[in-house]
Every structure is written in C-alpha cells, then in structure tokens.
T-cell receptor
Framework: DVKVTQSSRYLVKRTGEKVFLECVQDMDHENMFWYRQDPGLGLRLIYFSYDVKMKEKGDIPEGYSVSREKKERFSLILESASTNQTSMYLC???????????FGEGSRLTVL | QQQVKQSPQSLIVQKGGISIINCAYENTAFDYFPWYQQFPGKGPALLIAIRPDVSEKKEGRFTISFNKSAKQFSLHIMDSQPGDSATYFCAAASRENNNDMRFGAGTRLTVKP
C-alpha cells in the first residue's frame, strides 16, 4: 500500500523556535509538495520539489524553506516560527506527469 | 488569491438526498480537475477526476459535471450516506504549470441520518 508518512502528528512550539517537519514517501515519486490547510482557505501550496536538491516556491513560501537531500524525503523548515504559522501542514507526493496526489495524515503545528 | 473558487463552504443533506458542490476557475490552461475527500484526522484522498475533453464522469454514486465554456465543474453525490460526511476539495492542475495542483477552499458535508 502506498504511503506518505509525516513524522510528527502534533507539535507545540514557541515563537522564534526553529521547526522541522519531515515527510517520507515509499512510492519512488519524483514530485513532492508541502501544503498548508486552514479553515476557509483550503490547501495552499508552500513549496514543491521535482527532483532531489530541487525546489520551487508555491503560493505562500514566505517564512518557510525546504530541503530534499534524498528522493524519498522532503522536509519543511520554519526558521523562526510565528503564531500566524499555526496550522495543519500536509505533505504530498506524485509520480511523473499529471495525476493523483498522495497525502500524508498531516502535522498540526501550534505556535505559542 | 484563490485560483479555484468553491461553494458552498458547508452543506447539510438528509440521508438519501443529493449533495452538490460547485467550483469555478479562471485559468484556461487547467486541464485536470480532481476532487479530494478528507475525513477528520486524515489527509485528503482522491475521489474522482475529470479532464476537459469530457463533460461528465461517473463513478458509483459520485459524478463530476464539467462545463468548459463556463469554466465550472461540480461534484454530485447521489443517495448521500452518513459515511459521506467529510470535507471535499475541488482542485485543478495544468501541464503548462508543471501540473501543480491548486485547491478550492473546501466544503464540509454533513449527511444526517
């Protein structure tokens, strides 16, 4: 069964802390994505990656960075967390071409 | 600015009724239109998808209707069941934009027994 695993389901951090959200997929997919989900706003694309060491900004990249050192792993980094980054973060992967996105179960981050 | 506009934000339907969720888009380069279903505590999962070369696609109780000229598409859930209660997202992607998916704001569907 295909799987996208997000390492932390729930995190509570303080303002100014550095936050790492890890995502691993076992489908050998080239493409990986980080979305943010907020009520009434749907899923907004933060960053995506088409290949190892490659990254592209999505619609809301400010305050975030990403790392993709291995094909199966895509990390989202908040260099200095702020309260407005309290949200649900969803990682997804996709094979080549247009097609189905496979999502992880999400990481709910609370920044105090 | 949302590239895909979805309505309604929430919907309550009686068991056995028809649930209808609508989406509209502006970017004519979009050429893939999926619907995702999300249950509480889970990530979204693909429900059904359509490409603009057809006007309708049906899978069981779920149907997508697509109107290319109006740049609109909708999800119809026939004989709605309490187990259909979830949040539904429409989305759109284009080969021109590297197939990056853009999502609507979501509709929370509640089917009452």
């Amino acid at each position: 069964d295909v799987k996208v695993t997000q390492s932390s389901r729930y995190l509570v951090k303080r303002t100014g802390e550095k936050v790492f959200l890890e995502c691993v997929q076992d489908m050998d997919h080239e493409n990986m994505f980080w979305y943010r989900q907020d009520p009434g706003l749907g899923l907004r694309l933060i960053y995506f990656s088409y290949d190892v060491k490659m990254k592209e900004k999505g619609d809301i990249p400010e305050g975030y960075s990403v790392s993709r050192e291995k094909k199966e792993r895509f990390s989202l980094i908040l260099e200095s967390a702020s309260t407005n980054q309290t949200s649900m973060y969803l990682c997804a992967s996709r094979g080549g071409g247009v097609g189905e996105l496979f999502f992880g179960e999400g990481s709910r981050l609370t920044v105090l | 600015q949302q590239q895909v506009k979805q309505s309604p934000q929430s919907l309550i339907v009686q068991k056995g009724g028809i649930s209808i969720i609508n989406c509209a888009y502006e970017n004519t380069a979009f050429d893939y239109f999926p619907w995702y279903q999300q249950f509480p505590g889970k990530g979204p999962a693909l429900l059904i998808a359509i490409r603009p070369d057809v006007s309708e696609k049906k899978e069981g109780r779920f149907t997508i209707s697509f109107n290319k000229s109006a740049k609109q598409f909708s999800l119809h859930i026939m004989d709605s069941q309490p187990g259909d209660s979830a949040t539904y997202f429409c989305a759109a992607a284009s080969r021109e934009n590297n197939n990056d998916m853009r999502f609507g704001a979501g509709t929370r569907l509640t089917v009452k027994p």
